[in-house]
């Protein structure tokens, strides 16, 4: 039996994700009526869905015309604007736009970092963002798949309805983060993964760089070569944590570790060279991704956790960022 | 008791102390903790005293609280918060007669019966006097035995029950001699010792009028006749023919009493009328051979035990002595026969008398007479070994003391206490000072002393008995093979006598509180209630955690 004047010894922290009561995002969700998915891409023909693409096709969107050429469907000739051209010129055939399905696929870092600071989880946001896109594609009938990065359990789920959306949130929940789970990971994402998709990777960008940054930079990559629209968006929680630790004596405690970290005397300087050192270590980390500006975004938290709760903050977030404004069209 | 107490008061501010210890550093937990990794860590500022009023803290409270009460404990160790009045304990130590006597038949029933009857009714009594009765039960005839102590009413009804009449005599200072040896033996209580048995009480439970004793006697008047002693009276010391004398008595209502002899081989047979003078009839016998005889009374009447003897008649009349004692003088002189085995008694000096035939009358004699006057300070007057004595010759006699001389009741003694004569029973013992000596009274004196004693010895039927009767050893009837032993045991046939009790009124009497009053001590309630705070603070901060200072 303990002391009475003894302090209980300090168990090592809870999981992340049993400490963090993740909420859905709400069901009135009219304000995402005003944003609609508009992916114009280079698709596949012969396939159907919401969206035109600049590949030739059946719809009744006019794309170009161009010179017959064997094989033509002869119905397909305009007489009337061949001749035009004159009698030498080789007859022109009405060319129309294909119609493919959107993917779009969303890679969400689950590790134990992202289930901090415990006054607004990144989990959480990238939660909310992820339901708000599902949503927003599967009222457009397109394809919504969620990847879950560094979890232990299944990674990839395709998404094609609004009821089916609505259950992501369970499966934040059934997540106990696991680097090891990997090379499946992005093995199975790359399935999903066609020259339509748009792919967009949610994180923080605080673990060390390993063979999961590695294998994600090279796909990521590899769909630059595809053409495909990739995007980026950094939550970037600093400025909360850095106004949660203050200055003074400090105990720091993350993820997995316990009460035998060291103690540290914070102030000014140390979270200045701090910050600086996670800003390196991003930079270094995404480095191989070879980003362009209009890739990536960041999304700074607050200094001071939102009092009536980080909805409105994530709203906000969503309206302004520029990724997803080219994303969406009005 | 102080000191601990003092020691449990002085933790109280180092327990306050402790409680204003407080970690210098916060903790915080933030995703971005391994970034500060190249940080210089500063171990020395883990812990600091700060001020704060430990009261505010509930388990400090608790605590201290736990400490307080033990102190206050420990330091009224004897104080009394209260009392209360409880019931009295009535202790009552009940004795049961279960002689041979309490078969004897009233009324269809027999007189244990009667006894378990009266102790029903006497327990009544004892409900009314809203006292918790603690129940110890004895049985006792020649012996006491005790049959459990602290009883509950059913294992007293079931002890009781179980209970039957040995065919065993009655020892009625039983109780009295026990009383004086137990006395606070039962938890320090003075017990209520209630007797109850066929006979009066006896004159010895009149001796102490303060005596917590009530004698109940049961019995009744109740006709009966018996033999009161068979016994052979010729003296085997002169030889000759055996003689046996047959003693009857007779109570209540005069009814014809017939004497049946008869020999267990059917050699002789007879039958003849018992004539009484007051109640009491004597019959000489001779037996024609030496053999085992039958005697029996008719008609059969109340008690039974006593109408029936069983004698064997030795064939050999030849007289030996087992003398043992270092002085053979007077054993060449008498010219007796020295034998051990068919010896009509012992002679032995003092210390001898451990290593002797327990079963074998003795004749014990001391280291002597010297001339010298002395003053005779005791006599049993009556006694036969006194028989023809002159006591004015003993007092120009001096006996000299015998250092290792067993228990014995003194028949003669002196002034300084020194035993002349003594006698004892089981076996028969007679202590004689010394062998015959001196000159003209002197001589007669001691010599007849001497033969007094042999007298005695003989006359008892001592030597080669013509029956044995019933012992605590061998509390059972045998007729069939000698030596016989025989429920005959004087006084038991006295059926007669009318019931006489003595303090019955003690039963009901309140004499001693119906109520004591029990003090309830501080110190286990202080100590209770620490023990709750204690348990209390423990499960709270099992609850609470760290937080819950």
Partial sequence: MRLPWRRRAVAPPPTATAAIDLQPLPQADRWLHQFHLDARRRLRSNAQGGHLTRRRGESLAFREFTPYQPGDDIRAVDWRVSARFGEDHEPLVRRFEAEQPLHLVVSVDMRASMWYPQAMPKIQIALWLAEALARLTCRQRDQFVLHQLGADTRQVFTVRSRRAA????????????????????????????????????????YQEAGRLERTLADLWRRGARKHLWRMLIDLNAWPLERAHVGHGARRLLGPGQTQTQPLFQVDAAVLDAVEARIAAHKQALLKPFRLSPQDATTWFWPENAPQDGAYDWFRHQFRQDPLLKRLFMR | ????????????????????????????????????????????????????????????????????LISAALVSEDKVWYTVDEPGDLHLWVWIDTSSSMATQVDGTIMLDLARAA?????????????RPILHLTAFDLEQRDLGHNLSPAQFETAVAALKPRPLGTDLSLPMRSRERDEGRLQGADPLVLVISDLPAPTWVRTDPNARLVWHDVGDAVANHGFSEVRAVANPFLGGQPLIEIAVHRFGAPTEVRLDLKARNDAFHDNLPIRFQADRGTYLFTPPKPGVYELTLVPEDAYGADNQVVIAVQDDAEFVVDWRHPDRTWLDQLGWQNQTDHAAFTVLAPHQSADADRQRPRLIIGPGFQPGETRIDWFREGSPLLDQVNLDVAETLRALPAPDLPPLFPVLADSNGVPWVGRHDAPTTVYLAGFPTGVGDQARLTTLLWFNAVQTLLSKGNAN???????????????????????LHPGEGRTWLPPQSHGRERLTATDTPTTIQRSVLWWPWLLGAALVFFALERVLAVIGGPAWR
């Fill in chain 1, 166 to 205: 609505d259950t992501l949130v369970e499966r934040f929940r059934a997540v106990t983060p696991n680097a090891d789970a990997v090379d499946q990971s992005l093995a199975d994402l790359a399935r999903h993964l066609p020259p339509t998709a748009v792919w967009l990777i949610i994180g923080d960008f």
């Fill in chain 2, 1 to 68: 008791m102080i000191f601990f107490a003092g020691l449990c008061a002085a933790l109280i501010p180092l327990l306050a102390l402790l409680h204003m210890r407080k970690p210098r550093y916060l903790t915080r937990r933030v995703s971005a903790a391994r970034f500060f990794d190249e940080v210089t860590a500063a171990e020395n500022i883990q812990t600091q005293w700060r001020w704060t009023n430990p009261l505010k803290s509930p388990p400090f409270v608790m605590q201290a609280l736990c400490l307080l």
């Fill in chain 2, 119 to 131: 102790l029903r009714e006497n327990r009544d009594a004892l409900a009314q006097q809203q006292r």
């Fill in chain 2, 465 to 487: 008995p013509l029956f044995t009767r019933t012992r605590i050893d061998a509390a059972t009837v045998e007729t069939n093979l000698p030596p016989f032993r025989l429920d």
